[in-house]
């Protein structure tokens, strides 16, 4: 391996590393739902996509709308989504049969796919992205502008999320219900409530992740919604299911050795190191990144 | 008196039958039935297809209709069936199809698919010992090369790849004999892309360009950064994509990203549609793709507009079907097809025979020929992107 193949694999691992916020994200919003609920949605990556399509259903009125728009509409849809995610495919399921809203979610995400190809006949759509033209040159090295903001944009969002989870009664309130929810009712913690919240605030961060894929490739396509959701689940598993930090820092990893991968081995051998990867962590930690060690015999 | 009144009676009663049963005979139908992929990412392939068919039956029918064996005349009427681009739902909505009056089936969309259901096909005609499905299928749209040869029952109005990229690369050896070399982008695991690739890589060589490297990628994938960074590094002269629009837009826009420019930009032939320059239109200016079909003709303009009129839009893959129905029309008429519910097997018989007898068919670009193994030989032309649209850029027939 030679200087310009190390500084090649550096700036796949960069590149990774930057898009991985992305699968940060997503993985924060399949991991807080299991942490409230203790039950996989499997809709939320095709559901943070509808989100970034219904951005632009929203703003189809107005000519070039700015990307900050955009993007705030995608999170205002992701919110809407994810409501309606909670009362579809959880309210109304047998709370005893955690299979059943597994079901329901895996209905939910072919659902959400086939209207977002039925509504544009599976066009991909141009997506607007914000410093799409910014490439910071640092010799052979170089770093996406638009890449760097999603990264910017999805750190924001990460400690936007832990403040309201640590710092504000609907915090307090989440982690009350996912550790402890019939002491938090007699709390007078509404769980109706506090789901229906859970579902908004992680759709809303879905659309924001939804929005930050659109505009890193600057195209929507229904093609996204089955890659994302596998890797929101490979992120949720490596990070630990309930682990918001978890969650973030196996995002990053997924997304830079996704990439390193790619670079080494060439593409039709990447997805088969990240899924042994995703072996590797079910056998040996399969709490996570974080978890304690298992006591074995 | 009373034998007048009678001899009156009877004459009117059967004037009166007579313009009933012409009634009746105007009011024939026959339906033709496409299938294609209608749900899923390549909806909007089965979605052209089928308002390619219905604006070409709507044309027929105001010209009259189409004239069947017992001289009725009959309107068309189309029908379109959705196999999901997946070719179990292929083989199950073609044994529907079969099961029903319908004489003929226009499809499908995706050459997976197509393989599959022409293989339960018939392979000869008149072969006793196969008992494969006796039922004419005319593909509009599977591009992957040799299909028709799996079934004597299959038929195609599909362009030779081979064809047009054999064309494009000695027209650009001609025209363009400063570049020398080229390289390669695939989406890996999409077999239209992989195989025209192979079409694309092999012309490239035989006309004395060096291949100097292949990117490769998968139809949902996000990032092109590795692929693109080795593709600067190699510094071609021609940069050829075999990718479906939303990948090649990715890539194009990584290439802007990095700097990577050129001096040729080659497509592939499903790239050459308004999705492409819906996504990237600025990356792809100047990007060359042969294709089978562009609004040159006052007829191609025409059959254009019907088709946008019907909720589709006009491609290469969209015309072959609107074609089709207009070498149906003839067959129906040729071959005197019934199409009655007792005259099912025959009229599929007929069908066949007709189709296989074609030598040449009138295409909106100008006259098709067929081949001996049931295949379509189009005319064809380079179109080049060009300030956020698909300009003529050479034909080579003229």
Redesign the interface.
Known sequence: MDLLDLIDAAQSVADGLLFGSTYALLGIGFTLIFGVMHKINLSYAAASIGAAYGSLLLLSGFTAAPAVIVFMAAALCGGVIGALVYFIGFKFIPVANPLATLMSTVGLLLLIDEIIVHTTEGVPLAYPALYSDVVVRLGQFMLRGDLMFVFVLGCACMVLFLLLLYRTRLGIATRAVSQQPIASQLCGISILQVNVLTFVVTGMLGGIAGAMSGAAIGMLSPLLAQPLTVKGLIVTVIGGLGSIPGAIIAGLIVGALESLFQFLRGVTERDLYIMMLLFAFLVFRPGGIFAKAPGRD | MRTVSVAAAALLAGMMTSVSGGALAQERTVKITGFGAK??????FG?NSEAAMKAAAEEINKAGGVTLGDDAKAKLSVEFLDDRCNAEEGISVIRRIASSDAFVAVGPTCSNVAESLFGILQKKVGDASDSGLQFPVFADVAAKGGLAAISEWAFRNVPSELEMYKSLFAWLKREHPNLKTIYGGVE?DFAHSNATYGVMKKQAEENGFQLLGTG????????F???V??MR?ANPEIVAISAH??TT??VL?EMD??GVKPKLLIGLTSSSS??TL???AKQAEGIIIPTSFAPVTAEAKTAAENVSKQGGSMDLHSAAAYEIMFILKDVIESQKIMAKPDTVQADRNKMRQGLAALKETKGLLGTVGRTNDREAIKPYLYVYAKDGSWQVLHKPSS
């Open positions: 749900s899923g990412v390549v909806r909007v979605v890996k490769e990628w998968l139809l949902n994938d996000t990032n950064s590795t692929q960074r080795e590094r629009p939303f837009c990715g826009r990203r990095q308004i999705e819906q996504g990237c």
